[in-house]
Nanobody, 124 residues
Framework: QVQLVESGGGLVQTGGSLRLSCAAS????????MGWFRQAPGKEREFVAA????????LYGDSAKGRFTISRDNAKNALYLHMNSLKPEDTAVYYC?????????????????WGEGTQVTVSS
């Protein structure tokens, strides 16, 4: 079973950038598809981006297209989310997720393991 720990969140101004990281341990990271989701207060968990076990199969949610980039380093057991041109509506808790299936998906139900999340706040 894999454990996931997110980091890199914080407070940033509109137009700024952040890089989120997700450190994985306890499993074979290179076998998992990985995803990023976010949840704002009072809203459902929203798909942000996903990547297959090999680094292909990259998917983005509409809110992330053109601004966010997902990547992974299987040698370091790490997942990343580079976020540029941040907006106040990007404010949320960002979660890292892993799926036993190696294929990427935009659906919450696809993922088997979740981290605790990291807060991203974008000020206007």
């Amino acid at each position: 079973q894999v454990q996931l720990v997110e980091s890199g969140g914080g407070l940033v101004q509109t137009g700024g950038s952040l890089r989120l990281s997700c450190a994985a341990s306890g499993g074979i990271f290179s076998s998992y598809a990985m995803g990023w989701f976010r949840q704002a207060p009072g809203k459902e968990r929203e798909f942000v981006a996903a990547i297959s076990w090999s680094g292909g199969g990259i998917l983005y949610g509409d809110s992330a297209k053109g601004r966010f980039t997902i990547s992974r380093d299987n040698a370091k057991n790490a997942l990343y989310l580079h976020m540029n041109s941040l907006k106040p509506e990007d404010t949320a808790v960002y979660y890292c997720a892993a799926a036993n299936s190696g294929g990427s998906s935009r659906y919450v139900e696809w993922y088997d393991y979740w981290g605790e999340g990291t807060q991203v706040t974008v000020s206007s």
